[in-house]
């Protein structure tokens, strides 16, 4: 969608891409090559960064505004989004655009796809015919979710949504759909090591498709596994497009099985109305067993403290919350629901509880939540020398673009977690994602049993181990490295191993 006036002057080519930017003509291309001296968009970058594209007279506010957004140039760190924010924005659009009968595909790509932590904006992909390229800009534009179209060339359109999140839109036909999935998936790096690969065969991928780097002649691009078998390396999975090592496990055939969300067989962190959750024991249950029918058991992990006074399990309720717990498994025929608590680590390196009381429990998750400046190592190597503690929750502290994590050796952590059969957790409420992919790699590498629970409030928060599970494949681990894939008697296993590893 071009929008230049009829009597304007051509842009000159290397600034061409300017044209497509909404509000922008030849005219103010032209003002901004003369005044600004340069001659290519990688020139007018740093420019804009000093300030200076303002200066360029005739361009109004709204003009350098769009110029800025198109180049993305608009990123600060406010302008990174929780991947679970993004997940459901990019959903909904797929859902929006998908509807749209020219449509024949809509994927999401970029970061979202590899399931990183927070994503700059949202990338999508749309197959349809070339003809129908006009009427889809047109519909996308008339979208509720939409604000405006900054940009609108052949192959891309660059959308601002009414949340200001921006969208970019490329556009494929069937023949190269897996060639731009591939392509606009990245990383950067990760495209840069596949280019390598590919011309150490002759051949070169763009977004349109594999080529023949001599001829330039069309080899392969309408799925991505297509492009993998020509390059003669195993396919992979978008969440270890980030990871060094894995086009030499992919060309000697070793990319690693990973974990899928429906090998899960339970959650074991969940909140409920006896501490800070929302929701009855009884309806969590009843949720459950329907909106996850793979799961064959939920651990019921409530704050359970005798020094907190607000959102917690008084111990004094511990027992009537389990004569509750009891009823519902009775009703549901049974032993559906486990009894767990979730406990602080206290300050002096101690568990909050007597050891007495952690017996009572089926499955103890130990965190930390104070004191997130010290060196935690000891505190948290304590936990695992406690028979009765079994898992670590959200282990590094952090919540993204609020908290770093506090300092802790991780391999000495790791370490103590693996001789001791202490699990740590992916916890994957949106803010936390802890541990991340590096971390649980280098536990899972130690021989640390992962789980990855959702530590929901509410009923909608379920859903957050999917994340979680993402996190976990970016770590790529299988379904052994992730303990919450056995069933419960494997559960027990771990807890008797524990028992088994401190008395020696
Ligand atoms: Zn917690």
């Known amino acids: 969608m071009k929008t230049h006036l009829k009597n304007s002057p051509p842009i000159p080519t290397p600034l061409a891409g300017l044209g497509n930017i909404r509000g922008i003509t030849g005219r103010e291309v032209n003002a901004i090559q003369e005044q600004l001296g340069v001659n290519s968009t990688r020139e007018l970058i740093p420019l804009i960064s000093n300030g200076r594209l303002e200066t360029v007279e005739g361009l109004t506010p709204l003009q350098v505004k769009n110029i800025r957004q198109a180049l993305k140039l608009y990123k600060n760190a406010n302008s990174r989004y929780l991947r679970w924010d993004a997940h459901l924005i990019g959903e909904e659009l797929l859902r929006a655009i998908g509807r749209f009968p020219e449509v024949e595909k809509v994927l999401l790509t970029g970061s979202l796809r590899r399931g990183k932590d927070t994503i700059g904006d949202i990338d999508i992909l749309v197959q349809l015919s070339e003809a129908d390229r006009r009427k889809l800009l047109y519909k996308i534009a008339r979208m509720p979710q939409t604000e405006g179209i900054i940009a609108a060339g052949p192959h891309h359109f660059c959308v601002v949504l009414r949340n200001q999140m921006q969208v970019d839109i490329r556009l494929a036909t069937n023949k190269y759909f897996g060639a731009s999935l591939l392509y606009y998936t990245g990383s950067v790096k990760y495209n840069t090591d596949m280019d390598e690969l590919a011309a150490s065969k002759g051949l070169k991928i763009t977004p349109t498709g594999l080529v023949d780097s001599h001829t330039g002649e069309y080899v392969a691009g309408e799925k991505e596994e297509d492009i993998y078998r020509k390059l003669q390396i195993d396919f992979i999975t978008p969440e270890l497009r980030e990871n060094h090592d894995i ?174 059969g202490t699990a740590m957790e992916i916890n994957a409420r949106p803010k936390r994602l802890d541990l991340n992919d590096t971390l649980v790699r280098q536990a899972a590498d130690k021989g640390v049993k992962i789980v990855v629970n959702s530590d929901a409030r509410n009923l909608t928060d379920f859903d957050f181990v999917k994340m979680g599970i993402s996190t976990a494949r970016r770590g790529a681990c299988n379904k052994t490295d992730i303990l919450n894939t056995g069933c419960w008697d494997e559960i027990e296993k771990f807890k008797a191993t524990k028992q088994q590893l401190l008395k020696k």
């Open 247 to 420: 086009l030499n496990a992919a060309a000697g055939h070793h990319v690693p099985p990973l974990v899928t969300f429906n090998q899960l067989k339970g959650d074991m962190q969940i909140h409920t109305n006896w501490s800070d959750g929302a929701e009855s024991i009884a309806s969590i249950a009843q949720y459950l067993s329907h909106a996850f029918p793979h799961y064959h058991y939920i651990v019921i992990t409530d704050h359970v403290s005798a020094s907190r006074d607000n959102h917690i399990l008084h111990t004094e309720d511990i027992f009537r919350q389990a004569a509750e717990i009891d009823r519902i498994n009775a009703a549901m025929g049974y032993d559906y629901i486990k009894k767990g608590a979730e406990i602080d680590i206290g300050k002096d390196d101690n568990t909050t509880l007597p050891d007495e009381i952690l017996q009572q429990f089926d499955w103890v998750i130990a965190s930390i939540h104070s004191d997130f400046s010290s060196d935690n190592t000891s505190r948290l190597i304590k936990m695992c020398e406690n028979p009765y503690i079994h898992c670590i929750g959200h282990p590094s502290g952090r919540l993204i673009g609020i908290r770093n994590p506090y300092p802790v050796n991780w391999d000495e952590v790791f370490t103590r977690a693996a001789a001791t």
